[in-house]
């Protein structure tokens, strides 16, 4: 079986590069990291990526919460959430995007590979599911 391929979006590079070391030690393929949501649109594309773990605060015009709108709109790629930010306000407009989970910052491998499993598995039924009832 192919490693699932992740885009890896954040504006940090030392976070990014971290986090990618963490997936493919977890067993993931990091085709490409993204530090802008311009760029995670566009590389969201490019990589043909399985999933996208996403940081909502991102440097430039366009934020994580949106860049993970128009990546689901687009190209129908499950988005997690990986971020520090947790208020109330940012809580409500992610949810709005319909994302796949919410993994706060620091977290625990074993929480990014739950999630990721989990949001990998629920967007393969959903996409039975829409083939099944288009037949």
Do not use: C, W
């Amino acid at each position: 079986m192919n490693e699932p391929k992740i885009l890896v979006v954040e504006d940090e590079n030392i976070v990014a590069l971290d986090i990618k070391n963490r997936l493919k030690k977890l067993g993931y393929s990091v085709p490409s990291i993204a530090s802008t949501g311009e760029e995670a649109i566009r590389k969201a594309e490019i990589t043909s990526a399985d999933l996208v773990l996403m940081d909502i605060m991102l440097k430039g015009d366009v934020d994580g919460i949106e860049a993970a709108e128009r990546i689901r709109e687009l190209y129908d790629i499950p988005v997690i959430y990986l971020t520090a930010y947790a208020d109330e306000k940012i809580l409500e407009r992610a949810k709005l995007t319909q994302p796949y989970g919410y993994i706060s910052k620091p977290f625990k491998e074993k929480d990014l590979r739950t999630n990721i499993e989990m949001a990998l598995h629920k967007h393969k039924m959903e996409m039975k599911y829409t083939e099944e009832k288009n037949k």
